[in-house]
Each structure stands twice: as structure tokens, then as C-alpha cells.
């Protein structure tokens, strides 16, 4: 509808209906921009996505994520999915990595956008999330080389640490925002460890999420 008054109250009954049967961690919303619908993966993103437009991504974001928080009362710990954005990827991220060419530049206007109007941008304390839900997506060209690619954000404490130090989520952070990571066990990182998935050193995936700055 288009309407963030109608975001923020479907965000109260939310709050309220998880807090009654005592969950205090809701792993949402989806802050994707949906600009590419062509794999089936971001056609189900879709209808879970707040629509293409990083602007009103944001906006209803921030009302939906208020809402929670009233409906809860407080009790509730939103965690903001998937930074920095999966949007625009090319491939289904539960079976393989997705590479998406662009730059730090270039993700700070879509991407990222909605994620920082809910931490750095959020007009009050209460559209502010507990944490990003960090996803296993990997850039080529982010910081300016376009030969270079990162590892899978999730897993990269290079790339993940330049994403912390923007202006709009330094502070988000020191005030104690979680990093949470993506799925662990999903058939792309599986794939990403070992291309024959004959082996899963669960040991080592755990401890790079970690070592990237994961704190879940």
C-alpha cells in the first residue's frame, strides 16, 4: 500500500503475537532492494522484500521495525536481513555464492540504503535494529579494483570491517549492534569450502564467521 502507517501496524501485531509465545529474536525483515527478479531465488525475495526502491525499502523499514519493538514492548530483537543486500544477485544463494560486481560506492546508494535507515539514519530509538544478519555474498570491484573479488562477506573481516567503518553504522556498532551470521550449513558454503562436497570442516567455517567479525 505504499502506506508506512500500515507497515508499523502490521509490525505491532507481530511484536505482540512473538511476544506472547516468548520469542524475543525475530531473524527480519528482509531490507533487500529487489532490482534483479530474474533467478527464482530473488522472485521469492519478492513477496518478503519491501519492493526495488532503496527509499521506500528504508521508510517502511523503519515503521515496521517500530512496530515490532511496540508490539513486544521492547522485548524483541530484530535482526536485519541480508546485509549488505542480496538483491541484485545473479544466482540462488542456498546453492552457490553469488558474485555481484559493484562497487562500496555503488552498494551505499541501493543496497546499504535501507540498512543504514534503521541504524545510523533511524529517526528514533525505537526504528533502531539489534542486529544485521550478514549473508554469504561476495563483491567484485568493492573497493575500486575491478580484478579483485572479496571472499564471501560473511567470512571476509576485510570487507566486512570496511562495511562497519561507514559513517551511518560506526555508531550502531559501538552501541552494541550485532553481526549475525547467514545459515552456516547452506549447500553454498559447503560448496565455497570444498567444490566436491565430499568434506564440511564445520570447525573452520565456524571460526572464519567468527574471526570476520560475526558475533552469532
Known sequence: TWDPKNAA???RIAGAELDAIGVNMLLGPVLDVVSNTSTSDNSSLGVRSFGGDPYWVGL??????QGLHEGSNGRLAVIAKHFPGIGSSDRLITQEIPTVRKTLEQLRQTELAPFFAVTGRAANEAQVVEGLLTTHIRY??????VQASTAPV???????????????LTAWRQNGGLLVSDSLGARAVERYYDDTEQTFPYRRVAKDAFMAGNDL
Not at 140 to 145: I, M, S, T, V
Open 9 to 11: 501496524v502490521i509490525g
Open 60 to 65: 517502511m523499514a523503519q515503521a515496521y521495525t
Open 140 to 145: 567484485q570491484g568493492f573497493q575500486g579494483n
Open 154 to 168: 560473511s567470512f571476509d573481516r576485510q570487507a566486512l570491517t570496511a562495511l562497519m567503518q561507514q559513517p551511518e
